[in-house]
Nanobody, 124 residues
Framework: QVQLVESGGGLVQAGGSLRLSCAAS????????MGWFRQAPGKERDFVAG????????YYADSVKGRFTISRDNAKITVYLQMNSLKPEDTAVYYC?????????????????WGQGTQVTVSS
């Protein structure tokens, strides 16, 4: 069982930055691939970024590539999402998730555990 708690969301102006954190519980954190998803009102929950269990391989949605960076600190059992050059279309609830796979991290169905989400609002 893995429990995930996101933090770091808020209101920011376009062009600004935010850093989301996802604190995990459980000693098996190191064996999980991790991902960030987001869901805007009336839309599907979409993949944003993923990172393998050892932190070596990362994946990004085309819409955030070059602006967002996913990282993890296995000692602190925390995964991060650094978001730069934010745009109004990045406004959404951002969810952290844990997956037993290191290769299907773009697939929402590959994730077994989800956090409650944190709101990110980007004003124009």
């Amino acid at each position: 069982q893995v429990q995930l708690v996101e933090s770091g969301g808020g209101l920011v102006q376009a062009g600004g930055s935010l850093r989301l954190s996802c604190a995990a519980s459980g000693r098996t954190f190191r064996s999980y691939g991790m991902g960030w998803f987001r869901q805007a009102p009336g839309k599907e929950r979409d993949f944003v970024a993923g990172i393998s269990a050892n932190g070596v391989t990362t994946y990004y949605a085309d819409s955030v590539k070059g602006r967002f960076t996913i990282s993890r600190d296995n000692a602190k059992i925390t995964v991060y999402l650094q978001m730069n050059s934010l745009k109004p279309e990045d406004t959404a609830v951002y969810y952290c998730a844990a997956s037993g796979s290191n290769y299907l991290l773009r697939d929402r169905g590959a994730y077994s555990y989800w956090g409650q989400g944190t709101q990110v609002t980007v004003s124009s």
